[in-house]
């Protein structure tokens, strides 16, 4: 049940702007992209809250290391992002704030953990007390003594634990900083997502996404920060899972990085949807050649159908496919099991090419026409629906359907040979010859 009747808070952590989107960003823009339709679909209003994370230790050092500002790096790989999520066909997210827009927010959080005793200070910034939290360790299912065993110690650190983590960070000469009581310095990034999410949907907001990866340190110690204040933070959680690139987990030391402009460029956005789309949200997806390829075909199919149906006549006796709606809902329903309502959507799809090789028309129709719908509910629109047919091939197919119906096939076999050869798939229907791109 949603915090406020008739509307969803949703909040998922968004990019560290400092380089180019790679696939398995794209998936996670993807599954909640899929998530927000769905809902919207079914008719909640969603607040869909996704940061942009402009100032952080990746971002300065490509800086430094470049020469330029910080602020340059971080607006370039933004301008990068979004031209990936527009061409990918993503809803952009109601809300996108930038970590340097809430800094005075930030830093009267921090002060506000360090009234309460959650903080404390070493020589290099503000961190938090994981001690100061009874369930530490709540999202990872463990407990924070496993935690402080398998976390890293850095040799200089001043943390009181291993899973302390910093809540400001003081600046060195030369970074960007910002005034605070506490010494000029930046926020720590699980900071800034607990700030914002907090500012744009409330407390106790419904949902808060991100990868699996994030589930510990990140979301871990967002939770940690919000809830110290003696308030409950994100009612649930959901995190996807991650992308398997031609078998391995992806990793830039791998070498076998992605970026989603290299996709874009060699298939059709649609197609990584459909792909990502084919495994649970919670499961790898694998990305290869392969699946790539499987993923294209069936969009090929989802086009065809547009195209064969798009003249079909409505029918208003064979109702709306309402079986094949509930079905969908049912598996969207459970957890978002879009592998599910793929299969049923695909199932109606040959269902519908069925009755077209039937020449049952309006039966087609109506089953092409929901599935199409569903489709789109999903994200993946199909191309090609009506398309003008010029006059002279339009001239072929009355020729070619006079010469059927003289039984003269040598010369319908002609026609049809004309009109493939001007680019058009020919189809022989109960209603005469049809043609489509
Ligand atoms: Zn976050």
């Known amino acids: 049940m949603p915090r406020d009747a008739g509307r969803t808070g949703l909040y998922v952590c968004g990019p560290t702007v400092y380089?180019?989107?790679h696939v398995g960003h794209g998936r996670f823009a993807l599954v909640y992209d899929v998530l927000r339709r769905y809902l919207e679909f079914c008719g909640l209003r969603v607040d869909h809250v996704s940061n942009v994370t402009d100032i952080d230790d990746k971002i300065i050092d490509r800086a430094a290391s470049e020469?330029?500002?910080?602020?340059?790096?971080?607006?370039e790989a933004e301008a990068e992002w979004w031209a990936a999520m527009d061409q990918m066909g993503l809803a952009r997210p109601t809300a996108t704030p930038h970590a340097t827009e809430y800094i005075a927010e930030m830093v009267e959080f921090v002060g506000e953990?360090?009234?309460?005793?959650?903080?404390?200070?070493?020589g290099d910034g503000v961190y938090f007390d994981t001690s100061s939290v009874a369930d530490y360790g709540f999202l990872k299912h463990q407990s924070i003594e496993s935690l402080r065993a398998g976390a890293r110690v850095e040799v200089d650190d001043q943390k009181r634990s291993p899973v302390d983590f910093a809540l400001w960070k003081r600046s060195k000469p030369g970074e960007p900083s910002w005034e605070a009581p506490f010494g000029a310095g930046r926020p720590g990034w699980h900071t800034e997502c607990v700030v914002m999410s907090l500012a744009l949907l409330g407390e106790n907001f419904d949902l808060h996404g991100g990868g699996e990866d994030l589930i510990f340190p990140h979301h871990e110690n967002e939770r940690a920060q919000a809830e110290a204040r003696g308030k409950r933070f994100a009612h649930r959680w959901m995190h996807n899972g991650l992308v398997r690139v031609d078998g391995e987990k992806m990793s830039k030391s791998l070498g076998n990085f992605r970026t989603m402009a290299d996709l874009l460029e060699r298939s059709d956005p649609r197609a990584y949807r459909l792909l990502v789309l084919?495994?649970?949200?919670?499961?790898?997806?694998?990305?290869?050649?392969?699946?790539?390829?499987?993923?294209?075909?069936?969009?090929?199919?989802i086009d065809s159908?547009?195209?064969?149906?798009a003249d079909a006549p409505p029918d208003a006796e064979a109702g709306d496919a309402g079986e094949e709606?509930?079905?969908f809902r049912e598996a969207m329903d459970n957890d978002l099991d879009t592998p599910r309502a793929l299969g049923g959507l695909f199932s109606?799809?040959?269902?519908?090419?069925?009755?077209w090789d039937a020449g049952d028309l309006r039966a087609g129709g109506t089953l092409a026409r929901t599935v199409l719908d569903l489709f789109a509910a999903l994200g993946v629109e199909a191309a090609g629906g009506r398309q003008e047919v010029d006059e002279r091939v339009l001239d072929l197919v009355r020729r070619r359907d006079e010469a059927r119906a003289a039984r003269d096939f040598a010369a319908a076999d002609r026609l049809r040979a004309e009109i493939e050869q001007s680019g058009w798939v020919v189809e022989d229907t109960s209603g005469g010859t049809r043609v489509y791109r």
């Open 113 to 122: 953990l360090r009234a309460r005793g959650s903080a404390y200070e070493t």
């Open 67 to 75: 020469g330029r500002s910080w602020r340059d790096v971080a607006a």
């Open 305 to 309: 159908l547009a195209r064969r149906f």
């Open 19 to 21: 380089g180019a989107p």
């Open 348 to 355: 109606a799809m040959r269902r519908a090419n069925a009755f």
């Open 278 to 301: 084919g495994s649970h949200y919670r499961q790898a997806v694998e990305v290869n050649e392969r699946t790539l390829e499987d993923a294209t075909t069936a969009l090929g199919r």
């Open 325 to 327: 709606r509930r079905q």
